[in-house]
């Protein structure tokens, strides 16, 4: 049996030490066991491990996991790449899944199956070798993850969460992408055979939600002429997206919770239920904890989407993303209007780098594209970049998102001179959903 390098094991426990050594010993070259994680980062300078299982707990009457995540940063700190895998007594997702996102590749509960343990921990020790190459050869992947911490600690919880039929809950400014991730997430998912469904709430009318989502029978009302199936229903088997969440009026909420909570709908003009079969994601750049509080979003349907919760990082976060991205951009609009590939001139990228892109990845796409339209160069220079500065715009001003977005707005209405149609085009949105926010924020 070919051997799997080193492992380190962290447990105070002599107990559980001495049973995983006789567990992997079979299976890995070398096993290393630690009963204090104090002298961890010492044997790390020493030692080059292929993975780390890690417990969460070590001072007696605090189960907390604070000390397994402290450790998990100095591990972090000091090998980046390296696996750590969790070992928790505490099945509780929200402590793995904070895990997961402050850089662990896996957890398993104590007490352990012991296939499962093993598994866990050949896997995580493999991955290291073939993560790079798997990920640069995915054909599905439409994201660019970049190098930001932040974005590669999102696409790991995301390689773990997308497996699942967990509802998950996209937050995140406008334009960072929260479509494209909700994509990638279904992309990798067992569902991936089917297409997901998408649904803007933000332009559906309140008249033709239930038709809209739930679907209606002939005759149901004036313009029905034959049955027609819903969102949900045209989604079974599949992913249902719900963008822009944060949109659905009060009243409309609990009808969206009751087909979430039985599983089934009922077609408008009908009585029978038809059980869905669904995945759901659903999509917001609003604070829905702070809309619940002011009661402006439901509480119980606010837990019922968001067993997972994923927040995008805006733009300017991830600063070494910016220029990766534009380069991504250019190759992509040369294809598309037939020129010779283009590059951007140093001044150009520090431009780029520099401003704060409030529309995020969106506005970057689009300001690329101006650039290759007019570029008559084989360099782009800086000088194709007029990018207003925005300065009424930052974080001080403007403490929450509805109120960077409601003024977004406002300026995109004055410079456009009231045309609606290009202040809808400029925000990348629908007349109808700028309609709506105009109507939310009393525009």
């Known amino acids: 049996m070919k051997k799997n390098g080193t492992i380190i094991v962290i447990d105070d426990n002599k107990g559980v030490l001495t049973a995983v050594q006789l567990l992997l010993k079979n299976h890995f070259a070398q096993v290393v066991t630690l009963s204090s994680p104090v002298s961890l980062p010492t044997l790390l300078q020493r030692e080059h491990p292929d993975v780390v299982l890690l417990d969460m707990n070590f001072t007696a009457g605090i189960n907390t996991g604070n000390e397994g995540l402290f450790w998990l940063h100095e591990i972090k700190k000091l090998r980046p790449t390296l696996p750590v895998v969790l070992f928790t007594a505490y099945a509780d997702i929200d402590l793995a899944v904070k895990g997961i996102k402050e850089g662990a590749t896996d957890f398993v509960v104590k007490p352990w199956d012991n296939q499962r343990l093993l598994d866990t921990l050949l896997e995580a020790a493999s991955r290291r070798t073939k993560k790079h190459a798997k ?7 439409g994201m660019y993850w970049g190098e930001s911490s932040a974005m590669q600690q999102l696409r790991t919880l995301i390689g773990k969460v997308a497996k699942t039929d967990a509802n998950i809950l996209i937050t995140g400014e406008n334009g960072t992408g929260k479509e494209m991730l909700a994509r990638e997430i279904h992309a990798l998912s067992a569902r991936s055979q089917q297409e997901m469904i998408t649904v803007d709430m933000g332009s559906i009318t309140e ?36 963008d822009e969440i944060g949109n659905l009026p009060y009243h409309l909420q609990a009808k969206l919770l009751t087909v979430l909570q039985r599983r089934s709908v009922i077609r408008v003009g009908s009585n029978t239920p038809i059980p869905v079969d669904i995945r759901l994601i659903c999509a917001t750049n609003r604070n829905l904890t702070d809309m619940a509080s002011r009661e402006m979003f439901r509480e119980d349907l606010l837990y019922r989407i968001n067993t997972i919760h994923l927040e995008i990082p805006p733009l300017r976060n991830r600063c070494e993303d910016i220029v990766p991205l534009a380069e991504r951009f250019i190759a992509r609009f040369c294809r598309q209007y037939d020129k010779a590939c283009l590059t951007l001139s140093p001044a150009a990228c520090q431009r780029l780098t520099s401003h704060p892109w409030y529309g995020n990845i969106r506005e970057l796409e689009h300001a690329i594209e101006k650039a290759v339209i007019i570029s008559d160069n084989a360099v782009i220079p800086a000088e194709l970049f007029q990018l207003p500065r925005r300065s009424e715009m930052p974080e001080a001003a403007a403490s929450t998102l509805e109120e960077m977005e409601m003024k977004m707005i406002q300026r995109t209405l004055a410079q456009c001179e009231g045309n609606l149609s290009a202040v809808a085009a400029q925000l990348g949105i629908t007349r109808q959903t700028l309609y709506n926010k105009m109507k939310k924020f009393g525009l």
Request: glycine share 10%.
């Open 135 to 141: 990920q640069e050869n995915t054909p599905t992947s």
């Open 207 to 242: 008249s033709l939600f239930e038709s809209e989502l739930f679907g209606h029978v002939k005759g149901s009302f004036t313009d029905a002429h034959t049955d027609r199936i819903g969102k949900f229903e045209a989604a079974q088997g599949s992913t249902l997206f719900l």
